[in-house]
């Protein structure tokens, strides 16, 4: 990868048909956000390489690819996964560098997934059709086909393992992708393109367009030869895909913000609940969808709670993301930096009080300290807005009734951490919380296998699952008269 930000020899910036190759969209300086140094400058797709993309998309689905069958399509995923594997430490260096996040989670990020990949490879076979009771001299059957030309979106927050969960439904499913990684993010996205040309999915199946989404994205959305759009990202852009994606009837699936409460209750082991806590927020800086950023604790423990929390987020280790001690890396960019602190700051003018944290550090990079701030009111922005950073806010509350109207009072429902020593308490709980993934004294939120998605405006569809099959395929119905011509019912 050249590292040069000369416009006469960027690096290859898409990957189109089985090649990777410069793109003739914008060139990019894709950064290094622990250092704010350039990583590699790259020109990216133009709306004539998504066309491109998408006509090679369909050409695959019209050749070797669309008659290919399950069991070969599973055969490839397989192989992409342990291609994954294989080159696991130089994706984890990669995904890293590029998005600023600690060495040490980026490689579970890596393992988690060609984890996915073969989770879709194992169920690959289990899209099939079914006879349907008519009876007389009619036979009809169902087949399930896939859907076509996917449109694929992620952000930047995972975007290794947000392009393993789009590509592997829909490939195993018999789709062909054109998949549009962040403008700040696209290496590891591209890397995924190639893996899966050399292990054997035909040109044209895999294609990876890296662009602004405004231009890129939009026309991806919006184009007439695309089936079906799955986004991943705010719930704002997904509200204009959603409305572009109408004008042509595409299928849609949308996995978009949230705003996730933790609740500890005074039954709760707080040797557990503490530590799982401050992961729920602090992992990925709080960049992440399912970041459990508003924690509500019962009276009872609250300030036992809230002290050893506040002293554990105080001795995280924020620094060099390459540094396998690290804890919380940097945040994507300055200016994402300044939104988060803006959060802060404007929580602090309306009175709340920040325990730790809450200062902008001076020097390279865009860092910022694990803040927990106390007892918000619970209509400021805070509360009620994705920050996106490291960002805890931590409020009491007295019962079940109490804590479940103010968790569920927020436009978001992704995901809810219980933490109870009351078996009875879990399940009821979960029954009764907006959200579409429900932990008990359990921080972690996916796994292959476990529908992931959100309630209200986090979306809708679910990835991860056998359910996901059913978003990449149509059901097709056929009708046969297996009578004699003269009884057939167009004769009667
Ligand atoms: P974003 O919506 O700004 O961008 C996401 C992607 O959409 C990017 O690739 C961007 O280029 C593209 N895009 C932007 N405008 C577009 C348009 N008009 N048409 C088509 N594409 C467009 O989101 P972000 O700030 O990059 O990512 C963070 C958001 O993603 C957060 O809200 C987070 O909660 C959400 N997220 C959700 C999940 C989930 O599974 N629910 C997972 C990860 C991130």
Redesign the pocket.
Known sequence: MSSTADPDSPSAGVFIGGELRSGSGALQHIMEPATGEQLVAMRLASVDDVDAAVAAARGALEGRWGRTGAVDRSRLLHALASAIDDDAAGLANLESRNVGKPISAVEGEVKAAAATLRYFASVAASVEGRANPIGGSLLSYTLREPVGVCGQ??????PLT?AAAKLAPALAAGCAVVL????ATPLSALRLGELAHAVGFPAGVVNVVP????N???H??AHPDVDKVS????????V??MR?AAGTIKRVSL????KSPGIVFGDADLEEAVPASVWSIYSAAG????ARSRIFVQRAVHDAFVERFVERAGRMRVGDPLDPETEIGSLISRQHRERVHGFVESAQAEGAHVHCGGTVPSGAGAFYEPTVIADPDHALSVEQD?V?GPVATIIPFDDEADVLRMANDVRYG?MATVWTGNPARGPRMASRLKAGTVGVNMPYTSFPGVP???YKQ??FGR?FALATLDDYVETKSVILWTGSRSASPINA
Do not use: H, R
Request: proline fraction near 4%.
């Open positions: 979106i992620v952000p930047w927050n995972y947000m549009k990684p962040d403008v662009g602004d989404g405004a890129i994205g939009a991806l959305v986004f991943t990202g705010s719930t704002a852009t997904g204009e895909v572009s996995e978009l913000g949230g960049q992440s969808c399912e994705e996106f992704l992931f998605g959100g986090s979306g990835e």
